[in-house]
């Protein structure tokens, strides 16, 4: 259920994070813990890639999972970027975020790439994607050029790396543990997170 990285990141990743897998539960522990938003509440992190057929494919659980959850739980998506094609498609993500239309356009999003087959990759593109969403071509433009947007895209290239993800889709749950296809297996990625959840609630 993973799109891998087709690059020589995936093995060297996997060793940088020093991951360690707990058999049969379904997840792998991070060797260092990482900091969350909001201490007082369980973080989940998804790690997406919008040209991810797998990705595509799981959003519509994540969707009807994220209605389903407690106050107690902070969820974040979290465009991952190991190459040129991914950043651009996460740039696209934070300027949807700075502008608040990511309801209005994440799942169009996803279609446009995977059903439509539009590259929506150059500014170009993407301003007339979210111009057809209700957005003001200028205001897109000044959120896509703006420091916020930058300063997002910046974080998220080292977030891959920090987190040991080598494929996605990913979950992270309280910067603890790391949930995919490969370790949740048969269980599904879903039921392990919400086991998670119920764990770091306690």
């Given at each position: 259920?993973?799109?891998?990285?087709?690059?020589?990141?995936?093995?060297?990743?996997?060793?940088?994070?020093?991951?360690?897998?707990?058999?049969?539960?379904?997840?792998?522990?991070?060797?260092?813990?990482?900091?969350?938003?909001?201490?007082?509440?369980?973080?989940?992190?998804?790690?997406?890639?919008?040209?991810?057929?797998?990705?595509?494919?799981?959003?519509?659980?994540?969707?009807?999972?994220?209605?389903?959850?407690?106050?107690?739980?902070?969820?974040?998506?979290?465009?991952?970027?190991?190459?040129?094609?991914?950043?651009?498609?996460?740039?696209?993500?934070?300027?949807?975020?700075?502008?608040?239309?990511?309801?209005?356009?994440?799942?169009?999003?996803?279609?446009?790439?995977q059903?439509?087959?539009?590259?929506?990759?150059?500014?170009d593109?993407?301003?007339?994607?979210?111009?057809?969403?209700?957005?003001?071509?200028?205001?897109?433009?000044?959120?896509?050029n703006?420091?916020?947007?930058?300063?997002?895209?910046?974080q998220a290239?080292?977030?891959?790396p920090?987190?040991?993800?080598?494929?996605v889709?990913?979950?992270?749950?309280?910067?603890?543990?790391?949930?995919?296809?490969?370790?949740?297996?048969?269980?599904?990625?879903?039921?392990?997170?919400?086991?998670?959840?119920?764990?770091?609630?306690?």
């Amino acid at each position: 259920m993973l799109k891998r990285i087709k690059t020589g990141l995936a093995v060297s990743l996997f060793v940088f994070a020093g991951l360690s897998f707990a058999a049969g539960q379904g997840y792998e522990n991070l060797k260092a813990i990482q900091p969350t938003q909001d201490a007082d509440k369980v973080e989940v992190i998804e790690f997406f890639w919008y040209g991810c057929p797998h990705c595509y494919q799981f959003e519509p659980a994540i969707e009807a999972w994220k209605a389903t959850l407690p106050d107690n739980v902070n969820f974040i998506r979290q465009p991952a970027v190991f190459s040129s094609l991914w950043g651009k498609h996460a740039k696209a993500y934070f300027t949807a975020e700075v502008l608040g239309v990511v309801d209005k356009v994440h799942a169009d999003f996803f279609h446009a790439i995977q059903v439509k087959k539009e590259k929506l990759a150059s500014e170009d593109d993407l301003a007339d994607f979210f111009v057809a969403h209700g957005v003001d071509k200028a205001a897109f433009h000044d959120a896509y050029n703006s420091f916020i947007v930058d300063t997002k895209m910046r974080q998220a290239k080292a977030m891959g790396p920090r987190y040991g993800i080598t494929g996605v889709p990913a979950l992270v749950v309280n910067g603890k543990y790391l949930v995919n296809g490969r370790s949740a297996g048969d269980k599904g990625m879903i039921k392990v997170v919400n086991e998670l959840i119920a764990q770091e609630s306690k």
